[in-house]
């Protein structure tokens, strides 16, 4: 689903991404429209500008990925604002790209999001890993070694690493010799188990327990 409130632009990207072999479900030009589109097509992938009417695109996210977790968001916007990036990202998007990349770009991000991938324009991936870095230091409730806490295999916890490092699903797959579709499994699976609801979430769990510097010594 695309969703954009310059109806030039918004076709254009719709074309673009049917003519790649991509279903595009529905489109929307405001916020309040994209909410309501949303929930009736259920996408697997939003396509989404952050400057809206009547409902912001960080809004339309937060309320999109609360009522369906598995929505992956790429954030399609033409500002690289280090203060836009990381309040999509905390609102749920998946993904973060400008509107200077190319058509190829821009397909092979959704492909990706669709994958699971976590996908940004380069230079704002760092970015986005020293936020979670920053969030680390401000514990949620609860304690970080609560007994009660689920088990995880040694392989989910090595793909855990791996994720809270970010590598990319198919970086991952290349790196343990196993198959992308076995990566996106275990990301699931640890996602059921620790009750979290994206990559954000996971990520951030994995900082607070130090998990993504187990193999540093």
Same mark, same amino acid.
């Given at each position: ?29 405001? +916020?309040? &429209? ?5 929930? /009736? %097509?259920? #996408?697997?992938?939003? @396509? $989404?500008? =952050? ?5 912001? +695109?960080? &809004? ?5 990925? /609360? %009522?369906? #977790?598995?929505?992956? @968001? $790429?954030? =399609? ?15 749920? %998007? ?124």
């Amino acid at each position: 689903m695309v969703v954009d409130d310059h109806p030039m632009w918004r076709d254009a990207v719709a074309r673009d991404l049917a003519e790649a072999g991509l279903d595009v479900v529905a489109t929307a030009g405001d +916020g309040e &429209q994209a909410v309501r589109r949303a929930q /009736a %097509a259920a #996408p697997d992938v939003l @396509v $989404l500008d =952050l400057n809206l009417p009547l409902k912001p +695109g960080v &809004q339309v996210c937060k309320e999109l990925v /609360a %009522a369906n #977790p598995a929505l992956r @968001v $790429l954030v =399609l916007s033409a500002s690289g604002e280090h203060a836009d990036v990381l309040e999509a990202v905390k609102s749920g %998007a998946t993904g973060y790209l400008l509107k200077s990349a190319s058509t190829e770009e821009l397909i092979d991000a959704v492909r990706r999001t669709a994958e699971g991938d976590a996908v940004f324009t380069p230079g704002l991936a760092g970015l986005v890993l020293g936020e979670y870095r920053r969030l680390a230091t401000e514990p949620e409730a609860g304690a970080p070694d609560d007994p009660k806490a689920p088990r995880l295999t040694d392989r989910e916890t090595e793909v855990l690493r791996l994720v809270a490092k970010g590598l990319s699903y198919k970086q991952i797959a290349e790196r343990l010799v196993i198959s992308h579709r076995t990566v996106q499994n275990h990301v699931q699976n640890t996602l059921g188990k620790l009750q979290l609801h994206n990559r954000v979430e996971l990520v951030r769990y994995a900082i607070e327990r130090g998990i993504d510097r187990a193999d540093d010594a």
